[in-house]
Every structure is written in C-alpha cells, then in structure tokens.
C-alpha cells in the first residue's frame, strides 16, 4: 500500500516544474502579436473604443520616434457603402497601429455629409459640410479638398505628418513614415499622365511654373505628406478641383480621377515633389501577391471562373466586387476563392468578411 501511495504523490519540485511551464506558456500566448489573418472575424471595439473623440493616442507599441508619426485621415460620407468600408479600414488600422515599425498615431474619419451617423461613437470622427448643393455637380469626390480644408482648420492634431486614406484601404502590415522630412511619400498611378495632358494641364499650371513632368503621376491618396505643407495645398488643391470640374474640357478628359489630377497640380505649383512609392500600395486583381506591401486598395472588380481564370469585365462564377455591396457590407461566409486565384485577391476576401452581426442595428438606424 505504501509502494502505490508513494507512486501517487507528486515531488514538490516537479509541481514547481509543472507550475513555471503553465506559466510561461499562458505568457507566451496572451502576448503573442496575432496575425491580420488570423483575428477573430468580428470588429474589435463597438466598447472600448467608443467615443466621438477625433483622434486615438497611441500606446506603447509605436515605433521609437515620435516625431515620425503620421496620423491617419480618410474622407467619407454617411451613405452604408461607405460605412462599412469606413468600419473594415478602422478595424485593421487598430489592429496595426502598435505593432513593431508601425508610425501610425491617431485617426480621423472626416465626415463631410454635414451630420453626425450611426458611426459617431465607434470610429474618430470629425463631421464638416459638403460643397454647396449642386457644386460637385454630381461628383461626389469633389467634397474631398474641401473637407480637407476644414478639417485642417478645425482639428487639433497631434502628429506633425498626415496619411491621406480612403475606406477601401486595408492595412495588412504595420505602416512605417514613408516620407523624408519636406519630401511626401505617395503611390504612382499609371493612369495619371501629365505629361500626356500637357495641353488640358497648362490651363492650370502655367509655363512659368516649368515643365509638367513637374507634377507627379499621384492622386492625394494614399499619401504622407507634412501637416505644414498639407496645410498650404490644401485650398489650392479645392480650388484647381472646382476649376477643373467646371471646365468641359477637363472635365471630360479626367472623368473619375478630376480631383487626383487636381491634388497633383496644387503639388507642383507649391512646388512639392513626392517620392513615387509603388511598395506603398497594391490593386488586386492586377497585383498578384501583398507580401511586399503596405495597404491594398480593393477598388477593382476580382472575378474568376472556378478554374481560378481572371474574367475581368464579365461577371465570374467567383466574384469580389466592393459595388455588390451598395445596400448592405459583405456576408461573413462569403465564399472562399477557387484554386489558383491569386493570393492578394485569396487576402482581400478574407480580410473583408468581418462578422456584421452587430451592425445590422447600428447602420439601419443611421438612414
């Protein structure tokens, strides 16, 4: 009896053994950086970060120099196409801000449908008026400068640099300051050509100002760029817009991406030059991998035959397409691509498919 009774009683030292592995471990997992890929599919914060503050003070997982951080500024209106886009983009911001490399600090949603939403005490937000009604002329992406403008003029912030976002940006690694000092960071589009509109472009950048190879191929997003100098082309930047929008030859020239060239003009006429990042930014389905970038941008359609076959411009038997959602945000099971899709659009999907569960409430409300 005695032999079993010994066999059955633990040493004190292996309890202790025992004791510092569990502890370790728990350690180890609680304080394990998750992956973007791996985060549970629901918003983090519809409570701890509730609050209309404008911006988020950054915790103690930013990178060493303050004076690097750039806070984080996406225009937005209150329809649901752009709310869930807004909710998707502040979520994996959160989830990147403090992470190692990362010179992220705070954000702002610059609201300018002229009322505060649903969204208010979610995400940072700052609400500021639309054009005068009938200015955009129907081009809703020209209350951008002028939102800029006001925000600038009202808000209190902190960090000396800027990121100029929009809400279908999705940060999938931890974003460093891609500026040096008075020279912006910002992502080359191949579809903006100055040069190639040198005739249209002069009616807005003189000779005098020098060649137009001057003005960088870049909209004003997504960019880095200081406070300071956003400061000064902020109003140059609205007014070349409206110029331009009321001008028939430009205006059917530029079509869609009027106030990217206009952001490029207001640049080079206050005579700043951007370094040209393509790292910066990734489109499926044209760019295939996101290992080497920093956000992907998910404005084109991602449609596929089920051999994984790229269908663009006709409906696939697979599609990821932002405009399906006009009416209500992405399903949470929305269906896994076919083999062989390229893995930036195999990411994209999955990190869109957040849970809504919750939302549902909150958006019908806001309308």
């Known amino acids: 009896m005695s032999g079993r009774k010994n066999a059955g009683r633990t040493s004190p030292w292996m309890l202790l053994l025992i004791s510092l592995v569990c502890f370790f471990a728990t350690y180890n997992f609680l304080t394990m950086p998750s992956r973007g890929w791996d985060v549970p599919r629901k918003f983090l914060g519809g409570g701890g970060d509730r609050g209309s503050a404008v911006s988020y003070r950054l915790g ?27 909710r998707i983009m502040h979520y994996w911001y959160k989830e990147m801000r403090g992470r190692p490399g990362s010179d992220v600090g705070g954000f702002t949603r610059i609201l300018h449908s002229g009322k505060p939403d649903g969204l208010m005490d979610e995400i940072p937000t700052m609400v500021v008026d639309p054009l005068p009604e009938g200015k955009d002329k129907g081009y809703i992406v020209l209350n951008r400068p002028w939102a800029f403008v006001q925000w600038l003029q009202k808000a209190k912030i902190d960090e000396d640099y800027i990121l100029m976002a929009e809400p279908d940006h999705v940060f999938v690694k931890p974003l460093p300051n891609l500026a040096h000092g008075d020279e912006p960071a910002a992502f080359p589009f191949f579809y903006i050509k100055p040069t190639e509109n040198e005739k249209i472009l002069r009616k807005f950048f003189p000779e005098e100002k020098g060649p137009v190879s001057k003005i960088d191929p870049i909209g004003n997003s997504p960019v880095i760029i200081k406070k300071a100098q956003l400061e000064k082309i902020a109003t140059t930047w609205m007014n070349v817009s409206l110029k331009m929008k009321e001008d028939q030859e430009t205006d059917k020239a530029f079509g869609w991406v009027l106030e990217m060239y206009a952001y490029a003009v207001a640049s080079a006429l206050h005579g700043v030059h951007h370094s040209l990042r393509k790292d910066f930014m990734i489109q499926p389905p044209w760019d295939l991998k996101s290992d080497n970038t920093f956000i992907i941008h998910y404005t084109y359609g991602c449609d596929y035959s089920m051999k994984g076959e790229l269908t663009y411009g006709k409906i696939g038997e697979w599609r990821f397409d932002k405009r399906s959602y006009l009416q209500s945000p992405p399903p949470r099971n929305l269906s896994l691509p076919p083999p062989g899709v390229p893995e930036s659009v195999s990411t994209i999907s999955s990190l869109v498919s957040l849970d809504y569960s919750f939302v549902a409430v909150d958006m019908c409300a806001v309308n």
Request: proline share 4%.
């Open 60 to 86: 103690s997982g930013s990178a060493a120099d303050p004076t690097k951080r750039f806070h984080v500024a996406l225009t937005a209106t209150d329809a649901l196409y752009s709310q869930w886009q807004s």
